[in-house]
Every structure is written in C-alpha cells, then in structure tokens.
DNA sequence: CAAAATACATCGTCTGGCAATATATCGGCT
DNA sequence: AGCCGATATATTGCCAGACGATGTATTTTG
C-alpha cells in the first residue's frame, strides 16, 4: 500500500511542510524561517534550530529548495528559494495534511447515532 | 518552555489520541479499536498492529484505560475502557490538538497582506 | 565593553511507528 | 476433513524525526 505509506510519511515530516510553506512568499534563510513559523502559529510551533537545519538540507537534496549564499550582508546568510518540484511538494502535501487533519478530526468529533 | 514541550508530544503522540478518542463510545477491544480508527477515518489512519498493543499498554501504564479479559467468547477478548484520568485526558489532548491542527493551517494558507 | 540576538551547523540520544514475526482460534468453502 | 482467510493479541528489531546540547562567529544593543 503506497498510499498509506505516503500518508504516514507526510503527518510524521509536517515540519518539512511547515518549512515549504514559509518559502510560499519568496525565498527566505533560515533564521527568518524559524521565526517566521513561530510567529505565524502565535508561538505554538517552535521549530527548533537542531530539527530546522537538517530539514533544510534534506529538502535540498530531495530538490525541493535550492541554497545560495549572501555574503554581501555582515553575517553571511543562506537563502533558500522553492524550486518548481518544490512547489509541487507544497501543494500535493498541503492536500494531504489536510486529508489527514480532517481524518482525525472525524475521529475526535460524536459519531452520529 | 514546558508549554513548548506539551505541544511537540501532543502532536506525536496522535495515534494515542485516536485510540482513546475510539473508547469515547464505551469498552472496546484491540482488534475492534483496530477497525473503528481505520472506518472512521475512511480508511485513512490505518492503525498497524504493531503501533497499536504497545499503545494501549503504555495508556494502561499510565492509568489512562484499563483492561480486563473476557474469557467467555472463543476467541480471549481484551477489553479496554477509559478511566476518569483517560476522559480528562482525551478532553485535554483533544484541545491540543485542535490548537496544533489550527496552528499548522495558519502556516499553510496565504497570508494577508 | 559586555551581553544578547543573529546565523549557521552538527552530534548524540530518545521515542514513535512500522514491518516482520509468532501464536492460536474461528468461520466458510471445497 | 482440510485449508485458508479473518480474527485476536503480542513482541522484536529497525529506522527516521525531533530535540537538547554544544560549537563558532558576527552584529547590534545597552
């Protein structure tokens, strides 16, 4: 069963999409991202520096964003832009968490009699 | 940030959720609980066998359900109810979960600008 | 000048979930 | 009667995700 296979990948990574979808608006770095992600869930979802980094590469080896450096500010920054795959990624995933939130939510709420 | 904390463990623990969420309705054993989860959802949160026993071992251990052996039906049945601890619990993670749910679909839908 | 925030990164560890495997009974089909 | 699939519970070994801790370096703020 690949399907269900898919849907256990996609609740157990849905930091990865969080990630994608902070890169929607235009390219970000990953310091930005962090805050942008704890400031869009009024501070619910605290991403981590030790979960956020390792995400970033993977889905920069998976061709999902792709990394370039800015050395022309004081700090160097690096900036990751969704690619076309990427983007697909955000939208067949979005698709699926909310499959998968409205899966549980079922569960949660009264069974009809 | 304990607060932090609650929320990161709320949201992996989910299938633990479900399957308290699946005893709201009164007693009900592994196999059943099995099915319920997976009916309820269309088919969409299939409960492996190997996730769900050492749940509902680890839900007994906390003294959220509890389990008793009926011997009368060919096949042993355990059953599992929900304990007062459990009820709260459900009514509490629940809310979690709602909170984190919410939280990921600000992420995910446009924002304004 | 010191402290806090910015900015990237890695490592070790813990835990959750899964596939595989094991055991045993029951019902239906042939 | 014999076989198979479904029922029913359970354990084990493995892998991946996420976290905390730690490290380095610069820049802003007090």
Chains 1, 2 share one sequence.
């Not at 939208?91 to 009809?112: F, H, I, N």
């Amino acid at each position: 069963m690949p399907d269900d296979q898919f849907q256990r990948d996609l609740w157990r990574g849905s930091l990865a999409l969080a990630v994608l979808a902070a890169l929607t608006d235009g390219p970000q770095y990953g310091y930005a991202i962090q805050k942008a992600v704890r400031e869009a869930s009024n501070g619910q979802l605290a991403l981590n520096a030790g979960t956020l980094y390792p995400i970033l590469h993977k889905l920069e080896a998976q061709g999902a964003i792709k990394a370039s450096w800015d050395e022309s500010t004081g700090r160097p920054r690096k900036w990751y832009r969704l690619t076309a795959a990427g983007k697909r990624q955000l939208k067949t995933q979005t698709d699926g968490w909310r499959a998968y939130a409205s899966a549980v939510e079922a569960l949660l709420s009264p069974k009809p009699a």
